[in-house]
Antibody
Framework: EVQLVESGGGLVQPGGSLRLSCAAS????????MSWVRQAPGKGLEWVSA????????YYADSVKGRFTISRDNSKNTLYLQMNSLRAEDTAVYYC???????????????WGQGTMVTVSS | DIQMTQSPSSLSASVGDRVTITCQAS??????LNWYQQKPGKAPKLLIY???NLETGVPSRFSGSGSGTDFTFTISSLQPEDIATYYC?????????FGGGTKVEIK
């Protein structure tokens, strides 16, 4: 079964750091680009970051550029999101998502994790 | 950034009704447009990719059309299990952007 399982969310103070993980199974992880997408409480979906299958190319939304770092360990089938200098507006459910096509950096997201909640508050 | 304008933001329809949602891009995105369904407390689910292709396992009552800047998502016969919020998403240019969502309810 193709599956993504996120972990690492929680409560953090403004200015703090958190690292999210996304464990993948059921597909050739290294062949697919991966993304993080977030959803603030009661709001819509916001793309955060993407990484190529090899990990050699990374892309960020302007709202997180310079504060968040996406990475992957293909030997462990795991995607990461290092989040630094967190702000209240980063409070959201964070989803990892798999690209639909193994030839594309970004396209449709055909597999999503269950999401992990990040709350930034003092 | 490409803005995706989805309408309506919510709708109420009866079981069996035909439901149509539109998504307009702020610039030409060819057919780089996807549609998702999200039920409360759950992750989004891909329904339509590349504007009109039905994802494997998705019921045929769901369909999509359009290209360029104007796109349409249709549920041919609304079912109780279709109660959800639907989002369009473009991937022609980074950043990837989503529409604001359409909440579908049963009348």
């Amino acid at each position: 079964e193709v599956q993504l399982v996120e972990s690492g969310g929680g409560l953090v103070q403004p200015g703090g750091s958190l690292r999210l993980s996304c464990a993948a199974s059921g597909f050739t992880f290294s062949s697919y680009a991966m993304s993080w997408v977030r959803q603030a409480p009661g709001k819509g979906l916001e793309w955060v970051s993407a990484i190529s299958g090899s990990g050699g190319s990374t892309y960020y939304a302007d709202s997180v550029k310079g504060r968040f770092t996406i990475s992957r360990d293909n030997s462990k089938n795991t995607l990461y999101l290092q989040m630094n200098s967190l702000r209240a507006e980063d409070t959201a459910v964070y989803y990892c998502a798999k690209s639909h096509d193994d030839l594309q950096l970004v396209d449709a997201f055909d597999i999503w994790g269950q999401g992990t909640m990040v709350t930034v508050s003092s | 950034d490409i803005q995706m304008t989805q309408s309506p933001s919510s709708l109420s329809a009866s079981v069996g009704d035909r439901v149509t949602i539109t998504c307009q891009a702020s610039q030409d995105i060819s057919n780089y447009l996807n549609w998702y369904q999200q039920k409360p407390g759950k992750a989004p689910k891909l329904l339509i990719y590349d504007a009109s292709n039905l994802e494997t396992g998705v019921p045929s009552r769901f369909s999509g059309s359009g290209s360029g800047t104007d796109f349409t998502f249709t549920i041919s016969s609304l079912q109780p299990e279709d109660i959800a919020t639907y989002y369009c998403q473009q991937y022609d240019n980074l950043p990837i952007t989503f529409g604001g969502g359409t909440k579908v309810e049963i009348k």
